[in-house]
């Protein structure tokens, strides 16, 4: 085949059949399609490259220099390189969050730390990443121990406890029934409810001991209980509220269970933590163990228990024998001519029925009696929150209290959901009319 004359000096550039067409003309002489398409790469020949045949001498660059950037231009090209240093840095700081993880500083920093930095004028938490501490276990876990069954708190959370309102299919539910009540109660003095800041009372530190929380197995009342057919789970509000409210906690905790026969009796261990009450146990930023520093978690727990201890006995009124309220059996633990020297409450052992054949049967305690609006009497339960750092809570309870006191209650339920969890749940156990909670400046 004879190629005309007039196409005998078109340069003829090699291809491959089997390659889509993506351009008409390759001016550039580079590879062809070696992306996604390729499917046999044909290397571009110099048929279009330029050959300077007449080297002149006299051929030189006109202009050398680089070329002047406008105004304009250099803020474009600074506010460019600006936002792509914050993004690189933005992607430092996170890459080096990751990889500190399990640093020491973090760990101080305790549960739910955030880490942020500023951007356009606005605080920018990172709330995905919360750097949590390890926390040792309560009691330690044995290698012959057999695992009986595993309980996740997101089960737990959707249990209910039944109110007196609440009404199952049948019509009736049972919300609990007193089988004995014991010991004597102070009158609540009425005046602290008008208590304020402004009005402060200064809290009087008690002489009386500590309140001994008797176990469920040491408790003659509950033994007695035992022998009956009807009963079969026994526990005290301590453990029984603890269960109840354990999808709230942070700190390690254990409860003993004991298996008589067909009989189950739930019992926090002697000296056990649940006797104390935690401080900020549920904060984003909770106290830390440091040698160094005055507000441990141990230090803090022992001065709540201790202002719980003391704000009871100063909101009541002076106790008398003949002033007393006092329940037909008298108090279990402590003899009547003994009441003056140590912390007067009273107990109601209760019983819920759970299921058929499984009955609960629990030693709730009451800490006061008042007159209600009919004259009526009314049960209580007293507890009082303190003040240990209002950095760490945000919230000035001196300033807010008067004016703001959803707000302060309000940052307590987020700071110490687990404790007053404990506290609501135990007076409704107890079947007490009013939990009243103060506040210790």
């Known amino acids: 085949m004879k190629v005309p004359d ?22 550039t002489g580079a590879l062809r399609f070696q992306g996604r398409f390729s499917q046999g790469a044909v290397p571009a020949g110099d048929q279009y490259a330029y050959v300077h045949e007449e080297d002149e001498a006299t051929f030189q660059l006109v202009d050398s220099s680089r070329p002047q950037r406008t105004f304009f231009s ?30 020491t500083r973090f760990q101080n920093q305790g549960q739910n730390r955030r880490g942020g930095m500023q951007r356009g004028g606005r605080q920018d938490y990172n709330r995905n990443r919360q750097f949590t501490k390890q926390r040792e276990p309560s009691v330690s876990i044995q290698a012959n121990w057999v695992v009986v069954e595993d309980m996740e708190f997101v089960r737990m959370a959707k249990l ?26 102070d009158w609540y003095e009425k005046s602290f409810d008008r208590v304020t800041v402004k009005s402060e009372k200064p809290l009087v530190r008690s002489d009386k001991p500590l309140l001994t929380n008797v176990t469920t197995t040491d408790d003659p009342i509950i033994r007695k209980l035992a022998k009956q057919e009807e009963f079969t789970v026994f526990g005290t509000d301590t ?26 009796f739930l019992e926090q261990r002697k000296n056990s933590e ?19 520093v005055v507000n441990t978690p141990k230090n803090l727990s022992l001065e709540a228990t201790l202002i719980n201890h003391s704000f009871l006995q100063q909101v009541l009124k002076k106790p008398s024998d003949e002033s007393r309220y006092k329940f037909k059996e008298p108090n279990p633990f402590i003899a009547t001519e003994d009441l003056d020297k140590n912390v007067c409450v009273a107990y109601k052992y209760r019983k819920f029925k759970l299921a058929e054949g499984l009955t609960l049967v629990v030693r709730c305690t009451l800490d006061a009696v008042t007159q209600g609006p009919s004259q009526d009497v009314n049960f209580l339960n ?35 959901s687990f404790k007053l969890a404990r506290w609501t749940l135990s007076a409704l156990l107890a079947g007490a009319d009013a939990l009243k909670v103060g506040y210790e400046v």
């Not at 000096?9 to 351009?23: A, D, L, N």
């Not at 209910?160 to 109660?185: H, N, Q, T, W, Y």
């Not at 703001?404 to 700071?415: D, F, R, S, Y």
């Open 382 to 416: 007293i507890k009082a929150l303190n003040e240990w750092d209002p950095r760490y809570s945000g919230v000035d309870w001196r300033s807010k209290l008067d004016t703001q006191p959803g707000a302060v209650l309000a940052t307590e339920l987020k700071n110490n």
């Open 160 to 185: 209910s406890f039944p109110m007196k309102a609440d009404v199952d299919e049948r019509g009736k539910i049972d919300v609990g029934e007193d089988i004995v009540s014991c010991g004597a109660l």
């Open 6 to 27: 007039q196409l005998t000096k078109v340069p003829y550039q090699q291809f491959s059949k089997s390659e889509p067409i993506g351009r008409i003309t390759d001016w």
């Open 274 to 292: 649940l006797d104390s009450l935690t401080v900020s146990e549920t904060a984003n930023e909770p106290p830390v163990e440091d040698g160094a």
């Open 74 to 103: 250099r803020g474009a090209g600074r506010f460019r390189s600006s936002l792509a240093f914050r993004r690189q840095r933005n992607k430092d700081f996170r890459n080096l969050a990751d990889n500190q993880r399990d640093n």
């Open 239 to 264: 453990a029984i509220s603890t269960l109840m409210a354990a999808s709230r906690s942070v700190y390690s905790w254990d409860i003993v269970v004991h298996r008589v026969g067909k009989r189950l």
